[in-house]
């Protein structure tokens, strides 16, 4: 028999070991992985390090902090259009983000976070969170920074609480938006970011290269909490100028019954035709609505959106509203008996809250609305208030309103008269607190009896557009007018100002400073002045189309408070708050500032509507008052709550004077004349 020495191998069997090295491979490596998994199920399960498998490793501080871990991340930017030489005036779109996680052992409610952006951030868009202040996006941001609280996640509860549960105990922001001023590249990092919620104290952050900051905010052992606020579930109730509630009635399936209640806690905050925004989070709509009305009802909306696919065999033309952002007013006082829209208890007032040492029963003002709700929240527990809050008035302070906050049930009385109450279903909070406006409503003018010229209100003391006045100076001082010119509309009042500057000697500028632009005008004018006292008269312009019901208006004193003796027109009350403010209101019959009307004659200016009365003071407590050097005059003027533009300047009386000076001076030249020659001869 032959043999060969070398062995051929069939090319079957080559295959077949191809494939079993294969098969092998693959159940390593798929045993690697499970390995790996096991290993993080038991990491999960006892050991240290949290089962966070191929996740990268918290930072230390985070591990360390019994707290609020806080961090911000800058993740890029690119240019946006146009292009610009300039760096300075370069936009750049960014992204990054904020994140908010409980480390601690209680319950975080009702987070919220300040972020100190600081090169001239436009913010488009904050995902996970709401502006505090209720501001819509865009929002400028990069001059003050901004504060931001939580949208659907409002509260951050512990990891006792939760096992540790990420989606429980993190809340996530998510930046886009732009910026102005840095080079390539610049990395935009905010100030400083910190956790705003009280009891609660943050050091200065830190940075870790160039686009990480983080800081731990652990609590304040100096805060103290009451005993029930710490045993509730629920955040207290806050104090503001305005506190919004919105409770919850009744609840279904599909809708529930609401009920908003607004109350001045202001003593000189006030709303005249107030109206009321807000922005709905799920696609909500209003089908009814008690006490109150929405100034458009439109069904297309509903129709041809969201709920139309929801609700498909509704009638939505019986609906009362389908935006997403309602304005919703008061209703006039015929509606008050109305059986659909009235019979409410503190509805129906045309818009009026007043503060409560004018008229306690109408600082209060109400409504109720049955409100739909769509899938997936159609169930009875399923409940969410809508956002981005905000209320304000024609001539009225301006209120920034901050976010929904959940607090107790709102407990009611039984309407039977029986000793008993009944609880909300669900109650939220909303605070609104009065801000200085950026451009006043109203403006104060000053005058004398000891001096001729009237000190008129600042030059566009509620705002000029330069575009709109192309004939005089929006930076111009105002021109001293005689009396006479406060009774006539700015517009007919160059000819007398530039006549009185010609008989006064005044310089007259080439163009002319523009006029104050407000709707309405006071005049303090101090008329007398004597050994146990003074008086000044307070006169009330109102230059525009709508009259004022129930006016008011307070003055700051700050060495008269204690001397004022009587005001003879209107009613005066001296206030324990704020400090040494008077305030004055119509009497009963002439609490009516009518609005400005045509003439008798038509050739002759409108004439504005006008109160007027005349104010004592006694001299007992501040006996050395000088009133020519402006101790006379207020130092803050409101007018139904809104803060007046004041004059830069006092009426010094030397136009007055000008003319005795001179003959004292021709006196003295005189007299010194025959002296010196006398002693000659």
């Given at each position: 028999?032959?043999?060969?020495?070398?062995?051929?191998?069939?090319?079957?069997?080559?295959?077949?070991?191809?494939?079993?090295?294969?098969?092998?491979?693959?159940?390593?490596?798929?045993?690697?992985?499970?390995?790996?998994?096991?290993?993080?199920?038991?990491?999960?399960?006892?050991?240290?390090?949290?089962?966070?498998?191929?996740?990268?490793?918290?930072?230390?501080?985070?591990?360390?902090?019994?707290?609020?871990?806080?961090?911000?991340?800058?993740?890029?930017?690119?240019?946006?259009?146009?292009?610009?030489?300039?760096?300075?005036?370069?936009?750049?779109?960014?992204?990054?983000?904020?994140?908010?996680?409980?480390?601690?052992?209680?319950?975080?409610?009702?987070?919220?976070?300040?972020?100190?952006?600081?090169?001239?951030?436009?913010?488009?868009?904050?995902?996970?969170?709401?502006?505090?202040?209720?501001?819509?996006?865009p929002a400028s941001v990069g001059k003050n920074g901004t504060y931001l609280s939580g949208d659907q996640q409002t509260d951050l509860k512990n990891s006792v609480d939760t096992a540790g549960d990420i989606e429980q105990i993190q809340a996530k922001i998510a930046f886009k938006g732009t910026q102005f001023g840095l080079p390539a590249k610049a990395v935009p990092m905010p100030k400083t970011i910190r956790l705003v919620?009280?009891?609660?104290?943050?050091?200065?952050?830190?940075?870790?290269?160039?686009?990480?900051?983080?800081?731990?905010?652990?609590?304040?052992?100096?805060?103290?909490?009451?005993?029930?606020?710490?045993?509730?579930?629920?955040?207290?109730?806050?104090?503001?100028?305005?506190?919004?509630?919105?409770?919850?009635?009744?609840?279904?399936?599909?809708?529930?019954?609401?009920?908003?209640?607004?109350?001045?806690?202001?003593?000189?905050?006030?709303?005249?035709?107030?109206?009321?925004?807000?922005?709905?989070?799920?696609?909500?709509?209003?089908?009814?609505?008690?006490?109150?009305?929405?100034?458009?009802?439109?069904?297309?909306?509903?129709?041809?959106?969201?709920?139309?696919?929801?609700?498909?065999?509704?009638?939505?033309?019986?609906?009362?509203?389908?935006?997403?952002?309602?304005?919703?007013?008061?209703?006039?006082?015929?509606?008050?008996?109305?059986?659909?829209?009235?019979?409410?208890?503190?509805?129906?007032?045309?818009?009026?809250?007043?503060?409560?040492?004018?008229?306690?029963?109408?600082?209060?003002?109400?409504?109720?609305?049955?409100?739909?709700?769509?899938?997936?929240?159609?169930?009875?527990?399923?409940?969410?208030?809508?956002?981005?809050?905000?209320?304000?008035?024609?001539?009225?302070?301006?209120?920034?309103?901050?976010?929904?906050?959940?607090?107790?049930?709102?407990?009611?009385?039984?309407?039977?008269?029986?000793?008993?109450?009944?609880?909300?279903?669900?109650?939220?909070?909303?605070?609104?607190?009065?801000?200085?406006?950026?451009?006043?409503?109203?403006?104060?003018?000053?005058?004398?009896?000891?001096?001729?010229?009237?000190?008129?209100?600042?030059?566009?003391?509620?705002?000029?557009?330069?575009?709109?006045?192309?004939?005089?100076?929006?930076?111009?001082?105002?021109?001293?007018?005689?009396?006479?010119?406060?009774?006539?509309?700015?517009?007919?009042?160059?000819?007398?100002?530039?006549?009185?500057?010609?008989?006064?000697?005044?310089?007259?500028?080439?163009?002319?400073?523009?006029?104050?632009?407000?709707?309405?005008?006071?005049?303090?004018?101090?008329?007398?002045?004597?050994?146990?006292?003074?008086?000044?008269?307070?006169?009330?312009?109102?230059?525009?189309?709508?009259?004022?019901?129930?006016?008011?208006?307070?003055?700051?004193?700050?060495?008269?408070?204690?001397?004022?003796?009587?005001?003879?027109?209107?009613?005066?009350?001296?206030?324990?708050?704020?400090?040494?403010?008077?305030?004055?209101?119509?009497?009963?019959?002439?609490?009516?500032?009518?609005?400005?009307?045509?003439?008798?004659?038509?050739?002759?200016?409108?004439?504005?509507?006008?109160?007027?009365?005349?104010?004592?003071?006694?001299?007992?407590?501040?006996?050395?008052?000088?009133?020519?050097?402006?101790?006379?005059?207020?130092?803050?003027?409101?007018?139904?709550?809104?803060?007046?533009?004041?004059?830069?300047?006092?009426?010094?009386?030397?136009?007055?004077?000008?003319?005795?000076?001179?003959?004292?001076?021709?006196?003295?030249?005189?007299?010194?004349?025959?002296?010196?020659?006398?002693?000659?001869?």
């Amino acid at each position: 028999m032959e043999t060969s020495s070398s062995m051929k191998i069939p090319w079957s069997f080559l295959f077949l070991l191809f494939l079993g090295v294969f098969a092998a491979r693959v159940e390593v490596s798929y045993g690697q992985k499970a390995a790996k998994l096991g290993a993080g199920a038991g990491a999960s399960g006892g050991g240290d390090d949290g089962g966070n498998g191929d996740k990268p490793s918290p930072p230390p501080e985070q591990e360390d902090c019994d707290g609020i871990f806080l961090t911000y991340t800058f993740i890029s930017r690119e240019k946006e259009y146009p292009r610009k030489k300039n760096v300075s005036a370069q936009a750049w779109a960014f992204t990054s983000e904020a994140s908010i996680l409980n480390a601690g052992t209680e319950t975080l409610k009702a987070w919220k976070m300040y972020v100190g952006f600081q090169n001239r951030e436009i913010l488009v868009s904050a995902d996970g969170a709401v502006l505090v202040d209720g501001s819509d996006f865009p929002a400028s941001v990069g001059k003050n920074g901004t504060y931001l609280s939580g949208d659907q996640q409002t509260d951050l509860k512990n990891s006792v609480d939760t096992a540790g549960d990420i989606e429980q105990i993190q809340a996530k922001i998510a930046f886009k938006g732009t910026q102005f001023g840095l080079p390539a590249k610049a990395v935009p990092m905010p100030k400083t970011i910190r956790l705003v919620n009280d009891g609660y104290k943050c050091p200065a952050p830190r940075i870790r290269g160039k686009t990480n900051m983080f800081v731990c905010c652990v609590p304040d052992p100096k805060f103290k909490v009451k005993k029930d606020d710490k045993d509730s579930k629920f955040l207290p109730r806050q104090n503001g100028d305005l506190s919004i509630t919105y409770d919850v009635l009744d609840s279904y399936s599909n809708n529930y019954m609401a009920q908003v209640t607004i109350d001045n806690l202001h003593p000189l905050g006030r709303l005249d035709h107030w109206n009321l925004t807000w922005e709905w989070q799920k696609n909500e709509f209003i089908q009814t609505m008690r006490g109150a009305y929405t100034h458009k009802k439109d069904m297309s909306e509903c129709l041809y959106g969201p709920a139309g696919k929801a609700y498909k065999d509704m009638d939505f033309s019986k609906v009362m509203n389908c935006e997403k952002k309602p304005t919703i007013t008061d209703l006039p006082p015929t509606m008050k008996d109305d059986e659909k829209v009235g019979k409410l208890p503190k509805c129906c007032r045309n818009g009026t809250i007043l503060p409560t040492i004018m008229n306690e029963t109408q600082s209060q003002a109400q409504f109720q609305l049955q409100v739909f709700k769509l899938p997936p929240d159609d169930n009875r527990t399923a409940l969410t208030p809508p956002q981005k809050w905000s209320i304000y008035g024609p001539v009225n302070p301006n209120y920034v309103c901050g976010p929904p906050i959940r607090v107790a049930p709102t407990l009611f009385p039984d309407p039977s008269g029986l000793q008993s109450t009944t609880a909300a279903v669900a109650s939220w909070q909303v605070v609104c607190n009065i801000t200085k406006p950026k451009v006043p409503r109203c403006c104060v003018s000053f005058s004398s009896y000891f001096s001729e010229s009237i000190v008129p209100c600042n030059t566009c003391a509620c705002g000029c557009k330069e575009d709109e006045n192309p004939n005089c100076d929006p930076r111009a001082k105002a021109m001293l007018l005689p009396a006479e010119a406060l009774l006539v509309p700015f517009a007919n009042r160059t000819q007398k100002a530039k006549a009185w500057a010609k008989i006064k000697h005044f310089d007259i500028p080439k163009k002319l400073p523009c006029g104050d632009n407000c709707g309405v005008s006071l005049n303090w004018h101090i008329d007398s002045d004597y050994q146990s006292g003074w008086t000044a008269r307070l006169t009330l312009f109102n230059w525009g189309k709508e009259p004022f019901q129930d006016w008011f208006t307070a003055v700051e004193m700050n060495k008269a408070f204690l001397d004022y003796e009587n005001v003879y027109s209107f009613n005066g009350t001296r206030m324990a708050k704020p400090k040494n403010t008077i305030l004055f209101q119509g009497l009963k019959g002439l609490n009516y500032l009518i609005e400005m009307r045509n003439a008798t004659n038509p050739k002759d200016p409108r004439v504005p509507g006008k109160q007027q009365s005349v104010i004592s003071f006694k001299k007992h407590h501040y006996h050395g008052i000088n009133i020519k050097a402006g101790e006379g005059f207020p130092s803050i003027v409101l007018f139904n709550g809104e803060e007046c533009s004041l004059p830069k300047r006092f009426p010094n009386g030397s136009d007055h004077q000008a003319s005795s000076n001179v003959l004292l001076i021709l006196f003295v030249a005189i007299a010194s004349f025959v002296f010196m020659t006398d002693r000659f001869h």
